[in-house]
Structures are given as C-alpha cells and as structure tokens.
C-alpha cells in the first residue's frame, strides 16, 4: 500500500490481484470502517462479491453512524456528523456507491449538489442570556499567552505529545478565548484529552481556521447519516452478493503470533445463543473493527433517564478487542481508551416538536425557518453560560425520509454530564428524563418560564441517551497504543476504525474509518492503486498564512501579539520580500501592507532597527544584514522557549 497526490492515480483503475477469486473475506463489524472495506474488496480488489462475509451484533448496520425512528421511543440521532470537502477517501468511494433517493445519483454527486446549491453556514454560533444574546463574534480573542501556547503545540512533536493532556499544555489564559469555546464543542475536546489529538486536527484543518467561526467549513448530508450513507453502502454490497450476518457477536480472533509473522487462524462467534467458529487459512482475510464509540449506549425515553450497565463487560467490540489484544503487544492496549467513562462519555437527546412557539423561539436564534428543508442552523449553537455546557442544531428538515412534514427534529449534546446542576432542571444531566433533558434546552432558547415544563411535557417527545465511551478515542495515549491498520509482519489480520492506527489522519470522522477500510484492502489484497494522502494543508504556505491572519482576528503581521525579537525578524523580511511573489501574496492574504515592503534607506531607521535587532541578543546587524539577523535571533530565542 502506498500513498498518492493530485488525482493521476485518482482515476486509474486498478488490475484484478493475482489470485483473488481464492481468496475470502471476513468483516467484523457494519460500521462505516467495515461496509467500506466491503466496498473497496468489491470495487478495486475485484473480490468477488459472495466471497464477503459481514458479522454484526445488532440487528441492523451502520455502528455509530446511526439514525433511527423507534416506534416506542420515537426518533433517534446519537450524533451528527460533520463532513469535509477533503476527505478525499470518502468521496473517492461515494463517487462509486449509487444514491438510493435519487436514481442516477451517486452518494457523492447527490452530496456535492445538494451542498453546492444550499451551502452550510451558521448565522448564529453562540448564545447567551436564555438566548437573548444570541450572535457569531468571528474574533478568536487569542492573547499573546493563549497564541503562544497554541502554537507550542500545533509544532510539537508527536512523541513530546504522547501521553500528555490538552490541559498540560494551557492555562486559563486559553480556555477563556472565543477559540476554545469553538473548538472544544465542534469537536467535543475536553481539557483531559489528548494533547497529541488536538494537534492532529489542528494541523489537519489549518485550512478551515477561517471557516470556525461560523462554520462554513463544514457540509452535511440530506438525511440523517443512517439513510444517507450506511444504506445505500448495504445495498451496493449486497447487490454484490456479500451477505451480513446481523445479531452475530464475533467473541474473539485466535492469531498464530511471533515477532516476524502473525496470522489469523480461527473465527469464533455466537449466533442466536448458539456458539460457532471458522478456521481460517492465509487466504481468509479478517477485518477487525476494534472498539466502537458506541458500545454500551443506553437510551432513555420521555419519562425515564438511561441507565448505563457496563458490569457485564464493555461492549462486543471492546471486549473482542481485548481478547485479540492479549494474543500479541503489536494488537494494541484497549485499557488506555476505556478506562473512565467519566472522561469519555457525554449525552445527546434528541427532540421531536411541531410546537409553534418552539419553532419561532428557534428562528428568532439562527434566523432561519426551521421547516424550509434547507440549512438551517448550520451546524451546533452553543449555550455559552449553560452549566451542562449544551450545544444544539438543527440539519435540513425533514432529517428522516417518513418524518412528518410539520415536525423539526433538534439534536442537542452535553459535555458537562456527571456533576453540574442544570440551570432549569437542578440535577445532574445523566438523572435526567427526556423531559427534563428537553425543557433545560427550552430554558436556553428563551421560552418563558412558565411555559417550559408544559411545552416539554405535551409538545415534544425527546429520547435521550448516554453514550459512556463516545470520545474514547480522544484519551492520552502515545504510538502503539492503536494498532496499525496492519501490523508488521500480518500475513492475513487489518483492523477497522476509530480505534486503528493510521498517520496524519483525525480520528472522531467519517473519513477515518473510510480510510481504514481502504488501508486494509490495499495492503492484505496488494490493490495498485495509489491511497490519497490526507489533504496537505499545513504544507501550504496560502493556507498558514490565512490561518494566521484569521486567528489573529484579521491583523495584519506587525499587529499580532508576538515578541519584539519575532516581530523584528519578520517584519525585516518582509523587507527581503520587496518586489517579489512572495510579498503579492502577503498583501493579498491580508498579512501585510505594501508600505511594510518598502526598503529601509533612512539611516536613523536603520540604526533603529539594528538596535531592536541587537536588544534581542544580536551584536551585528548593519543594512538589510539586520533581517537576516534578526531572523537568526528569533530562532534562537524561539528554541530557548
């Protein structure tokens, strides 16, 4: 397996493998790691399609990436998922799998249009005040300290990170900026988790800095994900001939390991209360999804809280991972992820209501209707001074295709879960019934307190639920914790998802688990075609320049707060810059102004210079020497820090 760029490989179609009609495939797990590893076995390995065997313990598919109308319950989103224009794994298999809403659409096509024609953003990212103060403030309000510690970590390396907190890494000074409220609630970091995570995605997506905010860097599907994407991927491999095998629990993968080889000998499994096993050869392919975020969800209804039962163990996956993992170290350490599930779980509700005064109290927030079926809030509103710390949103309407079309289904999380009190209900979250869980929510969208317990009662119908390992993913952890997609030396073993090591890449998206699945195929089937590289973005001198103009609020260079050694480097290149490329696209970027340029010919101004250059711990510097200079000053003084 290798990496590629650009889209020459983009296009190719692979040659079928030697011997590939020999060969089987066995997939655990029907999330979206799987079912593309189902897909790209079909489409690029040329695997045929009645050699593919999925196993997966629920009754239907699609993991985590759910979305559900219970007849008792009602309608269900444990999440929402928010997609990139560079997951370039994703739209290289969605370009292939057909829409099963629009005949004659791929998943891709259906998606680029519908998000071309409607583009997502946010008119309003927080609130405050019961939503009385209700805005998008575009300033990340990042201090010289908070600036400087986002930046010791954007540039560390992975191995100074392992093992290390969000929280080792910043004080107050960060945590009380506009940047951290937006971050930590569009990707749910809390200050105990990885350090080495957060980095990734900020050097994942240096290029949508500018799009935070308001979130226009994000786009979304027309239906809830579960109908969006995961059917039509069962029914591409389906049509194939795979076949799912569902309420089937794979217990445990034995493995023949040494240091040099590993292979996987034999599948064992429980279906229908009835215990059952493969013995596999080396032309048996295994592909393990390790791990789910959402095992051991528990769902409450209108009048119950969920209760969380992990005695009996953790969930299928987490226990299968287990087993495997105490076959060889190369098989990763399960622990480090589940350990605490006050530190990876939160709670998501999901409210159904065709109320009026609801429907005007959420238009009046995000100026939008709500009923329109196009974008409507564009993303989460964060309740700024909720105690639960509660974020919510509203996707096109209608988000099931048999929803009724006078009803508008709001999805809301909460990372404050275990200790604090709501503002409105005066308990702790995880207490709360789907009608406590709802009216919190009403309180902070402004509906008048006498109205709140009623509306919450008779005019919505809310299903809540806990999911105790949801950002289980994101805990301390260092290199060889996940294993790889495939270990060293695996002879016929890939693992599948969130909890799989691949470089560079962000866990807690859709495209993680895509790749993965892509990885794994590639490798175990020798498929020649390049796998695209995760999108380059921290490489591109464009996209770091308008990331640091936008996290500066828009200042330009000599306006950011950095020390005089640094400033007096940079603005002395700028000087170097004149009259070339470099300095257009400055300009352009909004960094710089053509007066920063002008050459320094004033000798008072060059003696000025000389001397901030030489306060800085430089003793020559005389001319446009004092850039170059000054320059190699501020690396010193930046590697003393």
């Given at each position: 397996m290798y990496y590629s760029s650009g889209n020459y490989e983009a296009f190719a179609t692979p040659e079928k493998p030697e011997g590939i009609e020999k060969k089987h495939a066995y997939i655990v797990g029907t999330g979206l790691g799987g079912l593309s590893a189902a897909c790209y076995l079909i489409r690029d390995a040329q695997m045929p399609g009645e050699n593919i065997t999925l196993f997966e313990s629920l009754p239907l598919a699609g993991g985590s990436c759910d979305g559900l109308h219970d007849?008792?319950?009602?309608?269900?989103?444990r999440g929402g998922r928010e997609m990139d224009n560079h997951f370039e794994c994703m739209w290289d298999l969605f370009r292939s799998v057909p829409s099963i809403v629009n005949p004659g659409e791929t998943i891709f096509?259906?998606?680029?249009?519908?998000?071309?024609?409607?583009?997502?953003y946010s008119l309003c990212r927080v609130t405050?005040?019961?939503?009385?103060?209700?805005?998008?403030?575009?300033?990340?309000?990042?201090?010289?300290?908070?600036?400087?510690?986002?930046?010791k970590l954007m540039?560390?390396?992975?191995?100074?990170?392992?093992?290390?907190?969000?929280d080792d890494f910043f004080d107050d000074d960060f945590y009380r900026t506009n940047f951290w409220i937006y971050w930590q609630t569009m990707f749910a970091f809390e200050k105990w988790h990885s350090a080495l995570e957060m980095k990734k995605y900020m050097q994942r997506y240096v290029h949508h800095i500018d799009g935070l905010p308001d979130l226009s860097a994000l786009r979304f599907t027309r239906y809830n994900q579960y109908e969006s994407m995961i059917l039509p991927m069962v029914k591409y491999i389906q049509d194939a001939g795979a076949v799912i095998q569902f309420n089937t629990q794979v217990t445990n993968v034995v493995c023949d390991c040494t240091p040099a080889r590993k292979t996987a000998v034999r599948l064992e499994y429980t279906q229908d209360g009835e215990e059952k096993a493969i013995d596999l050869t080396e032309n048996d392919l295994v592909f393990v999804t390790n791990g789910a975020q959402g095992d051991g969800t528990a769902y409450g209804d209108q009048t119950h809280a969920p209760e969380i039962d992990i005695v009996n163990g953790q969930g299928p996956s987490v226990e299968l991972w287990k087993k495997m993992a105490a076959q060889d170290e190369a098989f990763g350490h399960p622990d480090v992820f589940f350990r605490d599930i006050r530190e990876t779980s939160w709670e998501s509700w999901t409210i159904d209501t065709a109320n009026k005064e609801i429907l005007e109290a959420i238009e009046k927030i995000c100026h939008r209707d709500p009923l329109s079926g196009k974008v409507v809030t564009g993303g989460i509103i964060t309740a700024k001074d909720s105690?639960?710390?509660i974020s919510w949103t509203i996707n096109r309407q209608g988000q099931f295709q048999d929803q009724p079309d006078d009803h508008c289904l709001i999805w809301v999380y909460g990372l404050n879960c275990w200790d604090d009190c709501g503002d409105y209900i005066q308990k702790p979250m995880f207490l709360c019934s789907g009608q406590e869980l709802c009216a919190e929510w009403?309180?902070?969208?402004?509906?008048?307190?006498?109205?709140?317990?009623?509306l919450a009662e008779k005019e919505c119908n809310t299903t809540p639920c806990m999911m105790p390992y949801v950002t289980s993913f994101f805990e301390p952890r260092k290199y060889g914790d996940r294993p790889l997609v495939v270990p060293e030396g695996s002879v016929n073993l890939a693992f599948l998802g969130q909890y799989a090591e691949?470089?560079?890449?962000?866990?807690?998206?859709?495209?993680?688990?895509?790749?993965?699945?892509?990885?794994?195929?590639y490798t175990l089937c020798k498929v020649d075609r390049g796998v695209p590289e995760v999108w380059g973005s921290i490489y591109d001198i464009r996209d770091l320049i308008t990331a640091g103009v936008k996290m500066n609020d828009?200042?330009?260079?000599?306006?950011?707060?950095?020390?005089?050694?640094?400033?007096a480097a940079i603005m002395g290149a700028l000087k170097l810059a004149h009259n070339t490329d470099l300095e257009t696209l400055l300009i352009r970027l909004g960094a710089a102004e053509e007066k920063d340029f002008e050459p320094v010919i004033d000798k008072k101004k060059v003696a000025d210079v000389a001397e901030t250059v030489k306060s800085s711990g430089v003793t020559k510097a005389v001319g446009t020497a004092a850039a170059v200079a000054a320059g190699i000053a501020a690396l010193k003084h930046l590697k003393k820090k």
């Open positions: 007849p008792q319950k009602g309608y269900i989103m096509s259906e998606y680029y249009k519908l998000n071309k024609e409607d583009p997502n405050e005040k019961q939503g009385k103060d209700a805005h998008t403030d575009r300033k990340y309000d990042l201090n010289k300290n908070a600036e400087k510690q986002l930046m540039f560390a390396s992975d191995k100074e990170l392992e093992d290390k907190t969000i105690s639960w710390l009403l309180y902070h969208i402004g509906i008048p307190m006498d109205h709140i317990d009623e691949t470089p560079r890449d962000t866990v807690f998206t859709t495209e993680y688990s895509i790749r993965t699945g892509m990885e794994a195929v828009g200042k330009m260079i000599k306006d950011w707060p950095i020390g005089a050694a640094e400033k």
